[in-house]
């Protein structure tokens, strides 16, 4: 069944739906299932702590806005008519969000002009960034696909942040795959690596722009893996999807049917899995259960909760994302912002 969230609905709730799971999924990140079990009980982690602790977003959400923020730019220099490198001002959005870390990459790497989203002090939390990322752009050089940096990097660091490369509207399905694929080389070399992100965007496109129901977009999700070249990951969507079919299982069995989620491929399974065997008529209590479901087991907590809300903000839009979690995340009014600001330089709206 289609879901009729307006487009501005849909760029809210995909940005602070994966906001919210890569918080959950913080709270437990790299804790094993029985850490985590013991920490909150049977049921694993089922909504922000209690205790007062802050609900904080990690460096998938971080980068996320980032994209966001880069893509916003090249849109902004071609809504006044100036052609520019897309790649090479994601590159340079990037490398802003390393000096949020902290780190300065060597010369002649260039010193990119600030915009408003680095002066966002909530952006500016070290909290376990992906070891590609930061040796990436650390290199000081802008990785290509013909040039790859970290030929080795099959993580889920480029994965965990192309949801936005789904949401810009009126470009080809095409140029949406080639953004996605040349940003992910920014960082990580590995093919897999650069197709799961690839893939991943491709089905955050189907549910925001294209208005396809959550099977069709996984189905159409699965076919693009397999016509990108990559038999692999489609065989692990269609595996995801099929043990999905009978509901949630054992989240002990997730590492052998799925894998732990540190990889790309692996991670954007999870999500899938945990965003179709959640499934409930009530979008606000699918939402929930979908990220609860993603961020219990052992392996990469928060990307596949990351992922897994920005599929299902994707779908639903905000309407469906918990309240009371909006309310104890920080810095969700920076993300409303940041999805405003694309919003407004795709449409004039």
Not at 152 to 172: C, D, E, H, T, Y
């Amino acid at each position: 069944m289609a879901h009729h969230a307006t487009y501005p609905q849909r760029v809210s709730g995909s940005l602070l739906g994966g906001a919210l799971g890569d918080a959950l999924g913080y709270t437990v990140e790299r804790d094993s299932l029985e850490a985590i079990r013991t920490r909150f009980g049977p049921g694993g982690v089922t909504a922000p702590p209690e205790d007062g602790s802050p609900f904080v977003f990690s460096d998938d959400t971080q980068l996320t806005l980032y994209t966001v923020d880069g893509l916003v730019e090249a849109l902004e220099w071609a809504n006044d008519g100036v052609s520019a490198d897309e790649m090479a001002i994601l590159w340079l959005a990037y490398l802003r969000w390393l000096a949020t870390q902290g780190e300065t990459p060597p010369e002649p790497a260039p010193v990119p002009p600030p915009r408003w989203i680095d002066a966002q002090e909530v952006l500016h939390h070290r909290r376990d960034p992906g070891n590609a990322c930061l040796t990436g752009l650390l290199t000081g050089v802008m990785g290509t696909r013909k040039r790859p940096l970290n030929p080795q990097a099959k993580g889920s660091g480029a994965l965990m942040r192309s949801a936005p490369f789904g949401l810009v509207p009126r470009i080809p399905g095409e140029m949406a795959d080639r953004l996605t694929l040349d940003a992910a080389a920014l960082t990580h070399g590995h093919p897999a690596a650069q197709t799961a992100a690839a893939v991943f965007s491709h089905l955050i496109r189907a549910l925001a722009l294209d208005g396809l129901d959550l099977e069709a977009a996984v189905q159409s999700a699965a076919a693009h893996a397999g016509f990108l070249g990559d038999t692999e990951l489609a065989g692990s969507l269609t595996a995801a999807a099929a043990l999905a079919a009978g509901g949630p299982v054992a989240p002990e069995r997730l590492p052998d049917e799925l894998g732990h989620g540190w990889l790309a491929p692996e991670a954007l399974s999870i999500a899938v899995y945990a965003a179709l065997a959640s499934a409930r008529p009530d979008p606000a209590e699918h939402f929930t259960s979908g990220v609860v479901l993603a961020v219990n087991h052992d392996g990469d907590s928060d990307t596949t909760g990351s992922v897994t809300g920005n599929i299902l903000g994707a779908l639903y839009g905000e309407a469906a994302l918990p309240r009371p979690w909006l309310d104890r995340l920080d810095g969700t009014e920076v993300i409303r912002a940041v999805g405003s600001s694309l919003i407004k330089a795709a449409t004039g709206e």
